[in-house]
């Protein structure tokens, strides 16, 4: 049975961090890409970060360079959001997703909510 469960998420004040960590099951991690994805109430779904299976090539969202990093853990089976500097907009349910060809499997994902 395949499984990704996110965790970490949380309140966290303006300026503050949090690192989200989601772990697979049921397939080989090692041979998908990973990506992070979020979405804010009333917003469509967006792409925050991916890296490639290996761990050698990661992209970001143009609004997230910077300030995220993703990264993963195949030993594990674990794929990482570190998110700094977080600002309110950053509000939103994030998703874990692994991606092979065809193959695509989501998370249940993990509220952040970015208040003072």
């Known amino acids: 049975q395949v499984q990704l469960v996110e965790s970490g998420g949380g309140l966290v004040q303006p300026g503050g961090s949090l690192r989200l960590s989601c772990v697979a099951s049921?397939?080989?991690?090692?041979?998908?890409?990973m990506r992070w994805y979020r979405q804010a109430p009333g917003k469509e779904r967006e792409l925050v970060a991916s890296?490639?299976?290996?761990?050698?090539?990661?992209n970001y969202a143009d609004s997230m360079k910077g300030r995220f990093t993703i990264s993963r853990d195949n030993a594990k089976n674990t794929v990482y959001l570190q998110m700094n500097s977080l600002k309110p907009e950053d509000t939103a349910v994030y998703y874990c997703?692994?991606?092979?060809?065809?193959?695509?499997?989501w998370g249940q994902g993990t509220q952040v909510t970015v208040s003072s």
């Open positions: 890296i490639t299976n290996g761990g050698g090539g990661t």
């Open positions: 997703n692994a991606i092979r060809s065809l193959a695509m499997y």
């Open positions: 049921g397939f080989t991690f090692s041979s998908y890409a």
